[in-house]
């Protein structure tokens, strides 16, 4: 029987690269193929043969193999001598074939015998154990796109619904994505020419073009960057060969060919910059160690390329795929069985990360972190430390069930052929998981909708309109917002009555990192603003010295620190003034007299980005430079400053006051997801990438 399936793989192969597209089925059409199939013929027993079956790793008993029937959800398990008793269903539709999963091993198969034949005294499945040595000489293969999968080289070819989600995931453009480019290499790509740079601050100059195999290209030198900031050798030259990468292609860039790890992020090209995160890479992973504080390949994400030579189309390497599913037979893939790709662990390889300080002469302070590590990205311990770990996984969200798909190379959905080895057999509607992975950055999946609920109370009082508003992470199973530390989520509050605005006059409102034109503290001049113009509006707020104390992540909502080192300090709003004209000087002139405070900030209402000091609040955490700076690059961080996000199920109240004016007031209260703070989208020249969550009227 094995030599029978080994004379038939080369005819295997041809039908993958024959596939023909047809038109896909509805779901119900689906799933009646799934569970129904035609007679196999009136000599057919109406009773399923039960037959012996032994299975071997490197020609010893396999204990503990999986068996499985393709098209078949039954599983049985081989005891300490690799043996299992197994009753096969006569109710699959396609080919007959028996398969053993073992985690060292393969997937291998057989051919069950013909149901009327005389069953034979034991079926024999023979297993390889695959080596596991990485193998550095592997060049990972082509993902393919939507437009180009003609041939079985590419995962599209066959994968065809998976990769046209992926091709427009972020995923994909995580090498090539121009704000993680300006700063990794401390530029600004959008200011296009030289006088938008000089306009900004910047220096042009060369730089090497990313993806470019070894081009350089005049371009915007401005801000932070991996490069400038922790190899002094770059701080001049756009050119040089970095010693420090920070670790970035580990995770954006993490098919570059060859060594493993450390790579600079503008050694990307070909595929590991077109395609960042693909199907490769990621189905290479055999292993993820949680230990392991660093992300991506050579950090926690284990990749085992393979290195068996083959000499056939499939070659030059025996090819080995590790993923979901334990009944892959089809010899192009090499397919092992991985409960990674089920758990969520494949996702902690690159969204957990605890850093050493990487700045030059900086380092962390051990009285806040022990470990000598700040946490950056915490993603899947605040989904592990949830009520919903581990039912509910990562990819309950962000992989949603596709419940049309007949599995995850198409078969009944677009590919014509028999089900079996070469295309897989249909599977249970939901088992094939969408590779889009839906998030904030693809607002039609409305899943920055569902994360957050507001609810807001308000009552007339004699000193004006008081409005409480709640904020409760009410969607994810993790913390709101989560991921790269530089994304906040910003709650603004505004009174009206008769649809004028009321003027706040107190309460809780947005840091000042939330955006302005310029910001002013106590002891400075805030009588003139070169930069004012007519209609801005300046705020002012009051700060008693204390701290806010919340319940926030780790250290921040644990009991380790007490609420002066949470950092984020007591501010009320205590009025603003219209500017109503500007010298040439910047002598302002104001509707009304500005009030004492501690801090003002210049907004101009015509940007809808601009919220510091404005009625509200923020979540974030918040990481700050040697200069304190907040929000600074993680790569240039030396202490986590505050750390307030809301955890799964948590919420926040804050307080605010605005002006009587009617018996009926109306409340507005809405949620920003801000992905990048003001000051570098402003620095560098990015598009906004504020979305509205959601909003309320009370």
Known sequence: MMGEMTRRLPLLLTLALGCAPKEAPDSSAAQETAETSPPLGETAPTTAPTYIVRVTLDGEPAAGAKLSQGGHAARWLTDAAGLAQITPSLDVEGEQVLMASHPEARIGGIYLPDPGDTAPEELLIELSRFLTRDNIEYAFQDPGEPTRNDNTSQCAHCHITLNNAWFESAHRSAAKNPTVLDVYAGLASARADEAACAEAGGEWRAARTPGGEGLSAETCHLGAGVLPDLNPECKDDGLCDPTQTGLCADCHAPGINGRLGGRDLLDATGYAYDFGVHCDVCHKVESVDLSNPNPGVAGALKLLRPAEPLDGPSGPWLPLTFGPYDDVLNPRMGSVARDLFHDGSLCAGCHELRQEVLVPGESVDLSRWPEGRLPIHTTYSEWAASPFAPEVSCGACHMPALGDVGNSADLVNLVDIQPGIAGGWVRPPGSVRDHAWVGPRQPESGMLQLAASLSVVS?????????????????????????????????????????????????????????????????????RFPEAKVGDVLRVVSRTGAFVDYAGWGPFGDGSFDATQKGILEERLVGEAVVLAVTADGLLTLDVPLPEGDAVALIRPSDPDQHALAPGWAFARVLIDKESTPFAPHHAAIDVQSDNRLLPGASATTTHRFAGGCDAPVVRAWLIHRPFPYTLTAERGWASGDQTMTETWR
């Open 459 to 527: 009552a007339n009082s004699a000193e004006g309109l008081d409005v409480a508003v709640t904020v409760t992470n009410s969607g994810p199973a993790h913390a709101l917002p989560t991921g790269e530390p530089m994304r906040a989520v910003i709650l603004r509050v505004e009174a009206l009555c008769d649809g004028a605005a009321l003027p706040a006059i107190g309460g809780d409102v947005v840091p000042e990192w939330g955006g302005a034109v310029a910001l002013r503290r106590a002891g400075e001049d805030w009588t």
